[in-house]
């Protein structure tokens, strides 16, 4: 006997429960730090990979991933070694391993250029060295940490030897990069005038220039901002932010931590291209809108470079904005401002009429109607906005402007698929014909952003097959649902009606009949679709997990067994049609996996026959291997020493079901038969959260399961009800007395349930109305234990009161000794 009820309620090992938290329990959680919801890929622009790290994220820059140990090169380092492998005539592994060594130091490099008689070039390297070695070095905390003084280098002699050797060679793969050093080391100095000098007199004449001059360009740009002239180090930063890859990253820092954007910086540029650069570099900085920006860009340059990628970057930006709600808004973006945070999101709406506008605008415009890019973003806008005709008249604008951007394409049929399904209330075979294709090219994607449009496509349909309201999964403000039938209507656009006008008449709602046995076949497919455990594998060993993903052992959970066997139905059916084939194929479903969930999801409803017929066309070596050999090594018909007496039995769940409907046939033909309604409750109390066998319900357990009142896998009704039974029909008062307090079990799991459920969140409340809550509920509560919670225990006091295993109880289980003692 356990020593109190909360011992009793934990009656299997939980060490194991544990590990099938970690290992198979897990939720969802989001595989992308940049992830938000959002539906346009920034992949769309042209130039988005080159400027990648600054679409738009919640995150410093886009693209980090703390999650992988994998180096990324270094765009500066991969042009440098580049560059020296040509010129000395080696590999570049040959140049990497004495350059930027990951193990034991090398000279292949400077042995090649010996070879040649490049003495020169050995010199230079081993000055270079010598620079790079004492860059960024901070002697005086050295000094400190070492209680030494420390001999800092001599600087000017380097100078002079780098302006020595620039002087004296007339190779220019030299000459520029001693030009470097020199600007370097004035830098270093912090003799920021003489930096700038330096680069006028030695790498400005430079006839030749490579990505070494813009090395020593960032060099003279940050000279310029430590010496206080911040439009100068500006303007500089932003022409090479576009211009200089290697130095791409550098200067997009420098200008997130510049002064504001100041017109006096337009005056420096020396032609319209470089005001279109200024523009489109402060565009793509986090804390402003980028709008204002690309209105400038167009007038200056319809053809820049940079006029798709930041545009996709706004429409990223307000996606977060329109999305999310205020509370949610609340803990993103750490370096935006509350108060900016809600002007961004109040003003959501009206920014995303503004950005339709001008991509409408910009489709039509002579040096930019030739990239379908702005046909699909006004498409996208118009979409959000609900007038679906529109929406598509603009994708077929784009779909017919030739493009090779993949990105683009993918953007394009990602609309296409989500326009198909939007076509009609209900789901028909000319929309079913259209979106498979499409269905089977995004599915099991790693990106969040093709996840969130697959997934939400497949929540529509499902919806939709099953007759039952579509949640728009492309309203305004994550997490407050509304249904479609709410958004369609005869109304005005709304925020687009300054583009559009008036929007044609919506249809009416979807239907609420029932669904037939294949369209609840077709639901089911289409929510497991859409969940994390069908996602593609990553690099991680795991599947790509997002938010827009659903819990496909959830979904499994809340199915009935009446609809599995529809959906095992569908896939016996040897259909001609090609949705169903493919469907089918893209599914995977097998016959082992699909009779184990309707054997799980009958044994949930407690038709053990059915559940027993389902396990028959398993495979018995399934039973032999994990995790039934692990989670199912305790006989389920054995419980706190009740019911049979060798509780190290094995079983199978084929044996557990066939057992379970034999019994309950006996108590069918034997109301009276005390044994077989005692090992009913033991069985079913094992199969259910707190026993010892839930394998049998369940893929997975955890700790932190939301219990479901409703759920009988939870609420252990139908298990009170076979040891009320048991304890009616027991021969002895003994024995009655067992069967009474496993009852009360039962009870007070329930109990223990809705005092969670309760009590949930009130030690968030500040301390005076959180002890006033506190005080209510433990009114109410008692309340609830009196009145219906301890039918039970009054009669263990009451009728089994004279009994031997009452007063073990009263000495051995605490829950019971603090209800007589009326706690």
């Known amino acids: 006997m356990k020593n109190s009820l909360k011992s009793m309620l934990r009656l299997s090992n939980r060490t194991k429960s544990f590990i099938i938290l970690f290992l198979i329990a897990c939720g969802p959680m989001p595989f992308d730090y940049d992830e938000f919801k959002s539906f346009f890929s920034p992949e769309s622009a042209a130039n988005e990979a080159k400027f990648r790290p600054y679409n738009f994220t919640t995150q410093f820059t886009y693209g980090d991933n703390y999650w992988s140990d994998e180096v990324k090169t270094d765009p500066a380092q991969e042009a440098n070694v580049k560059a020296w492998a040509e010129y000395a005539g080696v590999s570049e592994k040959i140049v990497s391993e004495e350059l930027y060594p990951s193990g034991e130091y090398s000279t292949g490099l400077r042995d090649a250029l010996r070879k040649k008689g490049r003495n020169d070039a050995v010199e230079y390297l081993e000055l270079a060295k010598e620079v790079e070695a004492n860059d960024l070095g901070n002697f005086d905390d050295a000094a400190i940490d070492t209680n030494q003084q420390v001999v800092k280098p001599d600087y000017d002699t380097l100078l002079m030897d780098a302006l020595a050797k620039y002087n004296q060679t007339n190779d220019v793969f030299l000459k520029e990069r001693l030009a470097y050093q020199a600007v370097k080391l004035a830098s270093i100095q912090e003799n920021y005038k003489k930096s700038i000098d330096l680069y ?55 200008l997130r931590y510049a002064s504001k954007f100041s017109e006096d910086a ?56 329109f999305f999310n709600n205020q509370e949610t808004l609340q803990y993103g973006f750490w370096a935006v401002d509350s108060l900016k945070k809600v002007e961004w999101k109040n003003n959501a709406k009206n920014y995303f009429e503004q950005l339709l506008a001008f991509n409408l605008d910009a489709a039509e415009s002579e040096g930019s109607k030739n990239s379908p890019f702005w046909y699909t973003a006004a498409s996208y806008l118009t979409f959000i906005g609900k007038d679906f005709k529109k929406a598509n008249e603009l994708l077929q604008k784009a779909k017919a402007i030739p493009t090779e951007n993949q990105g683009l394409k993918d953007q394009i049929a990602m609309q296409e698929m989500m326009l198909a399904i939007y076509e009609t209330p209900e789901v028909t075979p000319k929309m079913e014909a259209t979106v498979m294709p499409l269905l089977e090219r995004f599915a099991r994607s790693d990106k969040f952003r093709t996840a969130n449009n697959f997934n939400a496509a ?100 809340s199915t009935s067994s009446k609809t599995i066997a529809y959906v095992i139905d569908y896939f016996s059916k040897k259909s001609t049609n090609d949705f169903d084939k493919r469907l089918q194929k893209l599914a995977g479903f097998d016959n082992d996996y699909l009779y184990m969930v309707l054997g799980r999801r009958a044994l949930s409803e407690h038709q053990y026959v059915q559940a027993a017929e389902a396990w028959k066309h398993i495979s018995p070596k399934t039973w032999q291997a994990e995790p039934f050999q692990t989670y199912l090594d305790v006989n389920p018909f054995s419980l706190n020493g009740q019911g049979d007496v060798n509780a190290k039995q094995r079983v199978t769940p084929l044996s557990f079901a066939t057992r379970m409907a034999e019994l309950s046939e006996k108590v069918k033909q034997n109301p009276n038969d005390y044994e077989s309604w005692l090992l009913l409750g033991c069985g079913s109390y094992n199969m259910s959260y707190y026993g010892n066998s839930w394998i049998l319900l369940r893929r997975g357990w955890s700790s932190m399961d939301v219990i479901n009142e409703q759920d009988d896998y939870y609420s252990y009704e139908k298990t009170l009800f076979y040891f009320d039974k048991a304890m009616q029909t027991a021969p002895k008062p003994e024995l009655a007395a067992k069967a009474c307090y496993l009852a009360a079990a039962c009870q007070q799991i329930k109990y223990n349930a809705i005092a969670l459920k309760l009590n949930d969140g009130i030690y968030l409340l500040p301390d005076d109305e959180m002890k006033k809550k506190e005080a209510e509920n433990k009114q109410v509560l008692a309340n609830l234990k009196k009145d219906k919670y301890s039918t039970y225990f009054n009669l263990l006091k009451t009728k089994f009161g004279s009994t031997a295993y009452e007063d073990q109880l009263i000495e051995e289980c605490s829950t019971y000794k603090d209800y007589l003692a009326g706690k």
């Open 266 to 321: 337009v005056k420096l540029c020396k032609n319209d291209t470089e005001k279109a650069n200024l523009y489109a570099a402060t565009a793509v900085l986090p804390l402003q809108d980028g709008l204002p920006f690309l209105e400038k860009i167009k007038s200056l340059d319809t053809k820049n470079q940079l006029l798709e990628f930041v545009m996709a970057r706004e429409i990223n930006k307000n996606e977060y904005y």
């Open 200 to 254: 006028e007199k030695l790498v400005k004449p430079l006839k030749t220039k490579t990505f070494i001059s813009d090395w020593a360009a960032s060099r003279m740009a940050g000279a310029y901002m430590h010496a206080g002239d911040s439009t100068n180090a500006y303007y500089l930063f932003s022409q090479l932010l576009v211009n200089a890859p290697t130095r791409q990253s550098a200067a997009y820092l420098s």
């Open 458 to 557: 497949c929540k529509i349909l499902a919806a939709k097959y099953e007759g039952l309201p579509v949640i728009d999964e492309f309203s305004e403000n994550l997490g407050e649902k509304t249904t479609l039938s709410a958004t369609k209507s005869t109304k005005s656009l709304g925020w687009f009606s300054g583009c559009f006008g008036k929007k044609d008449a919506a249809e009416k709602g979807g239907s609420s009949s029932n669904a037939s046995p294949e369209n609840q076949a077709k639901a089911f497919i289409m929510k497991v679709l859409a969940s994390y455990q069908q996602a593609k594998q990553t690099e991680y060993g795991g599947t790509a997990s997002f938010m827009s993903n659903t819990d496909q052992y959830k979904i499994e959970d």
